[in-house]
């Protein structure tokens, strides 16, 4: 039987999905407890792995097992024994999945969504949560920058040096910001994306938000195919991994 399970996570404590010796691992912590629900070693296979501080608000992950527990049942059994250890992790639901679905492999389309604070006072119940940037952002100027980046291009520029891709060509879908009040929400959607792109990305549009740069600097990046020329890449608490549709 396969099952398929949707997962929320706070990734704060955590070296992020995938399991490594350096420390806590979401991957980790719903292993150990599957281990203790059915007595044997399962393997998680995630839609997309997320780095360390990096949180889910829907990631999508799926195994296989023998066990004739009912799967729309599992979640809650989940959710009792990482209670015991953690509340930084929560199965949203759980469910029984055709044998030729894979998490990763049968996604149509990822969204993240990246959440900047932007006033002048930091928030200690955002901290974690939101990147703060007490600087005025003119997300006007943001918007415009990134209609650049709209389809298919060579985003070579905006990937991290550490990227184990052999390609950097990838097609984003949609691009969306939106100010409500002191908040500036950044969503943007792909088939893939590149190691840290979406990270490199928003450090790019804050910098024409600051007004660093103008906006058509977003396109000379782009062209210049190196990530030296793009902006940082903005720190791993502001950004989320919405949703994965299949």
């Keep these: 039987m396969r099952v398929r399970i949707n997962i929320e996570y706070d990734g704060t404590k955590y070296v992020g999905w995938q399991k490594q010796k350096n420390g806590k691992s979401i991957q980790g ?15 998680l296979f995630v839609a997309g792995r997320t780095d360390s501080g990096v949180h889910a608000i829907e990631q999508v992950a799926h195994f296989d097992t023998n ?35 894979h998490s990763r492999f049968s996604a149509k389309k990822r969204t993240y969504l990246y959440k900047i604070l932007n006033r002048r006072s930091p928030s200690p119940i955002y901290s974690n949560r939101m990147y703060w940037i007490p600087y005025e952002l003119d997300e006007v100027l943001m918007r415009e920058a990134a209609s650049y980046l709209i389809g298919r291009h060579d985003f070579n520029s905006f990937r991290s040096r550490e990227c184990q891709s052999e390609k950097s060509i990838r097609s ?75």
């Design 29 to 43: 912590e719903i292993e150990a407890c599957l281990l203790k629900l059915y007595k044997e070693e399962i393997k």
């Design 67 to 101: 066990n004739k527990i009912e799967a729309k049942r599992i979640y809650l059994a989940l959710n009792f024994l990482l209670n015991e250890s953690s509340n930084d992790i929560s199965i949203l639901t759980s469910e029984e999945a055709s044998l030729e679905f």
């Design 172 to 246: 984003l879908e949609t691009i969306n910001i939106q100010r409500i009040k002191d908040q500036i929400l950044i969503q943007i959607s792909a088939k893939s994306f590149l190691h840290n792109q979406v990270r490199i990305i928003v450090g790019t549009l804050i910098n024409i938000g600051r007004k660093y740069w103008k906006k058509e600097k977003m396109l000379e990046i782009l062209n210049y195919k190196n990530r030296i020329y793009a902006g940082p890449t903005a720190p791993a608490e502001g950004l989320y991994l919405k949703k994965i549709h299949y």
